[in-house]
């Protein structure tokens, strides 16, 4: 990739000129496409396939983000890496998008049958599969493209056939009536996951019941929220210990508006503190009732047809009505007729579709499950034994819950788009084939009359065998025996149950192996005032939309920055700004030591000996950094890796090192070039995981300044920057601090006294041990601080100044400065903040103090930290005492 002359490179890094030749660049060479090496450990990501819904959220971007640091980072350590894409066909959301579509030019999914509805689907996903790709593309991701799967691709539809299969013929995936959750808008069962519960407020209804016995006037009173379910009650029924019940088990009631008549039976399932203590039982409605029902053989009667109105079995009045038109209906006529009793306010739980939000509906129905605890038993060992580690630890609990619960899982959907079941009924003799590839007869009869179940498998059925079919399972590839077992998987903890725990269960039912060894969860997106973002409250922002306004790399730095594993992120303006601003002072650091080096006219120089104190500091500090940043990115602390870098490039190299630079590079040797170029290349490398782009687009700029002998193409390729403990300089560390702290104390001062910027201020500084490291470093501190003279001393012996003269006064670990009065400030102006100073570090005294006084912090802290915590008391004791000298001084 050819580099830029400097004279090409812009002021200020644009993006839109960068990163598309960046990215083609990349793939141009290859470098996302590992080759298998078995004398290597692989490192495997499989990308969570976002839906075929349209574009990208930023959750996508979040996602995308931390999965490709993890994946660069791992391919700068030489490490075969392989971050596999893909796309999920999206089941009921994205039906319900196309049937949306067609609605508009006036047609329906029937209208158009079931081929002609799934070849609209085929064109829909083709306009937005290629989309999803290039917006991947767009933030950067290191993809292995040419591996990318689509669910509803031949490997992973026959891995999903193959699966159904075989847990089929072992007994744990059958065919029964069960209570499942009905979504009437989507017209299919959801599982339990599907479901989002929320609190509404409703009512509870009092119904008379009257008992059946000719002659018998006495009543039994029932409790219900849902009155239209009255309409498929099949007994009344009260909890044998209940004594105001004695005497009525086993008798007879007569069903309101109806005229059926129902047992009354006794089961331990009735909680005698709900309502009367009397439960109206519906077994084809609802879960418990639908238990009580398999106890007593009670007959189940459906009252409602798949689209939410009432069927037959609700009577003439009824037949035909939406179920809550019906609610309004019967309790019209449960008062008429003298059967209501009372109405009270009830707020409860309420199950909505967590595709469309329309209320739920509790329907005994024929559809296909998944028994899932023999399953679940082994996805449990997995994390319990250590052979899975999820991250942040807390999710562990949530995790093992929710298996340790589990009911078995409903996996047939009524819809077209998707994975058809496979299953073939006989029309002739009934029989029930399965089968992975479509039989052309009956297993049972032989007969060819036999036709397919209409249904199609849950989505997450397929997305739970995502990392092995993706890599060619059933099929023994050398892809599946190199990559399989997977390394991380990374995904929002909102889908730990949807997906996580699903894929941990089939993995290891069908390979024998976890899936991956690491779950990584990261929180969720919202925005700056902590609130969830949603198109409808106006307050979503578009990932494409912000790479546009401010680059891919200010996104990424905004989305993952500060984060924390498992904790919400907020995103704003400021954030994307933030990483805007970080790119350009990265760009305008490197352009300035490119400038340097091209001025000079001569190669770049070895890093020779000895060494300045700024040179070793920033070395020393530099080697801090790639400790740190290794440490925390074994650790999956991404954001605080990234704060990290980000605050050595901005302070310590950019705003002061550099600063110090431009000052030696005005006088003779030793330059300052050879750890300037060392410094930013290497700090491009710790960097480029987080900010592909610019780090790339600089690296080339430098890269021709840099020795031709085993430098790579690309920094993508480069290796990431590894500890050399030689570097670590405590001295050069504390002389350098002394320096920066003086200097900031001064420009303080300044600021505090409002000197013009320009003027120039005399200096008085008594430095005691660090005079020859000020003496050495005399030039930077002049010109950083703007002062001259600049005098320094080993101590005040022989150079007292009148209290009167002084106008300000600093003191930092033993160093103190003057700053003669020459009409800095008022005297009055500078007791007030001396006085504040004072009691600042008062403040820090009684809380070291206190800290050292906590038995708890001294048992349990390390012993190196609490030996700084009574060095920095005796710094502060220190500091206080001269600082109240100095008032005392002023009078």
Request: aromatic content about 8%.
């Amino acid at each position: 990739m050819a580099s830029q002359n400097l004279s090409q490179m812009p002021k200020a890094y644009n993006p839109k000129e960068v990163e598309q030749r960046i990215y083609q660049f990349w793939m141009e060479r290859g470098y996302f496409t590992p080759k298998i090496d078995p004398e290597k450990k692989p490192f495997v990501i499989i990308m969570p396939p976002p839906n075929v819904t349209g574009e990208l959220h930023l959750g996508h971007a979040l996602t995308t983000t931390l999965e490709d640091i993890m994946v660069r980072w791992h391919r700068m350590r030489g490490e075969p890496t392989l971050w596999l894409p893909g796309i999920d066909h999206a089941g009921i959301a994205a039906q319900v998008m196309v049937e949306q579509l067609i609605a508009q030019e006036g047609l329906t999914r029937h209208e158009l049958g079931r081929d002609g509805f799934l070849e609209r689907m085929w064109q829909w996903m083709g306009k937005y599969g290629g989309a999803i790709a290039e917006q991947h593309k767009r933030l950067g991701a290191s993809c292995d493209w040419t591996r990318e799967r689509f669910t509803l691709d031949e490997g992973p539809s026959l891995a999903v056939r193959t699966t159904f299969v075989n847990l089929y013929e072992k007994g744990l995936i059958y065919r029964g009536e069960r209570i499942i959750n009905w979504c009437p808008r989507c017209a299919t069962a959801l599982s339990e996951l599907e479901v989002e519960h929320e609190e509404v407020p409703s009512y509870l209804y009092y119904v008379r019941y009257p008992l059946a016995e000719e002659n018998e006037k006495g009543v039994i009173t029932i409790a219900t929220t849902r009155p239209e379910t009255i309409l498929g009650d099949t007994a009344v029924a009260v909890n044998p210990d209940d004594p105001r019940f004695n005497g009525l088990v086993g008798r007879r009631v007569v069903l309101p508006e109806l005229g059926r008549e129902i047992p009354i039976i006794a089961d331990s399932a009735v909680d005698p503190s709900f309502g009367t203590g009397a439960l109206k039982i519906t077994p084809a409605h609802d879960p418990i009732d639908f238990e009580v029902g398999q106890r007593h053989s009670l007959p189940l009667v459906n009252i409602l047809n798949p689209d939410g109105t009432m069927n037959e079995n609700a009577g003439p009045k009824y037949r035909g009505l939406d179920r809550f038109e019906c609610r309004e209906k019967i309790l019209k006529d449960l008062d008429e007729h003298k059967f209501l009793v009372k109405v009270e306010p009830y707020p409860h739980s309420v199950g909505h579709c967590c595709r469309c939000g329309a209320i739920i509906e509790p329907i005994a129905s024929k559809q296909w499950f998944v028994r899932i605890a023999p399953l679940a038993a082994r996805a449990i060992d997995a994390v319990v034994r250590g052979r899975i580690t999820i991250i942040p630890e807390r999710f562990t609990r949530v995790y093992l819950n929710w298996l340790e619960n589990i009911r078995d899982w409903c996996i047939s959907r009524q819809l077209w788009w998707g994975h058809r079941i496979p299953v073939w009924y006989c029309d002739d003799c009934g029989g029930v084939s399965v089968s992975i590839e479509e039989p052309g007869f009956c297993s049972h009869c032989r007969s060819s009359n036999i036709h397919q179940d209409p249904d199609v498998l849950d989505t997450w059925f397929s997305s739970a065998l995502w990392p092995h079919s993706t890599l060619g399972w059933p099929e023994k590839t050398d892809d599946l025996k190199y990559f399989y077992p997977t390394t991380v998987m990374e995904t929002g903890y909102d889908i730990l149950f949807f997906w996580v725990a699903r894929m941990v269960m089939m993995g290891l039912e069908n390979t024998g192996e976890v899936p991956f060894h690491t779950v990584y969860l990261h929180g969720l997106l919202r925005d700056e005032k902590g609130e969830k973002m949603s198109k409808v409250k106006g307050n979503a922002i578009s990932p494409i939309e912000a790479i546009e306004s401010y680059g891919t790399d200010a996104l990424r730095f905004a989305i993952s920055t500060g984060t924390a594993p498992g904790n919400d992120v907020k995103l704003g303006a400021p954030k994307l700004e933030a990483g805007r601003n970080f790119a350009n002072k990265l760009w305008n650091a490197a352009r300035f030591v490119i400038t340097s080096i091209e001025e000079g006219g001569e190669p770049v120089p070895a890093i020779g000996e000895p060494l300045p104190s700024e040179d070793r500091w920033i070395l020393s500090r530099l080697n801090h950094l790639v400790a740190n940043v290794d440490k925390l990115l074994e650790d999956f602390q991404f954001g605080e890796a990234e704060r990290q870098i980000h605050d050595f490039l901005w302070g310590e190299f950019c705003d002061w090192y550099i600063e110090i630079a431009k000052i030696r590079l005005r006088f003779p040797p030793p330059s300052p070039l050879p750890i300037l170029v060392h410094v930013l290349e290497t700090s491009l490398r710790l960097l480029h995981p987080f900010m592909p782009f610019v780090t790339e687009e600089i690296w080339q700029n430098l890269a021709s300044h840099l020795p031709d002998e085993g430098r790579p193409d690309s920094i993508t390729i480069a290796p990431y920057p590894t500890l050399d403990e030689r570097l670590f300089d405590p001295q050069a560390e504390e002389e350098m601090e002394s320096v920066i702290e003086i200097v900031r104390a001064i420009r303080n001062a300044r600021a505090e006294h409002r000197v013009e910027p320009a003027k120039w201020i005399e200096a008085i500084v008594s430095a005691g041990e660090m005079r020859p490291c000020f003496e050495l470093e005399h030039q930077a501190i002049e010109t950083l601080a703007r002062v001259r003279p600049l005098t320094i001393l080993d101590n005040w012996e022989g150079h007292e100044i009148a209290a009167e003269e002084v106008g300000a006064f600093m003191v930092y670990r033993g160093v103190e400065v003057i700053l003669p009065r020459g009409g800095l400030f008022d005297p009055g102006a500078e007791r007030k903040r001396l006085e504040k100073e004072m009691r600042g570090g008062e403040g820090e005294i009684a809380r070291l103090e206190g800290k050292l006084r906590d038995d708890n912090f001294l048992s349990r802290a390390p012993a190196n930290i609490v030996e700084r915590e009574r060095e920095k008391l005796i710094a502060r004791k220190d500091k206080v005492e001269r600082l109240r000298q100095r008032l005392a001084e002023l009078g």
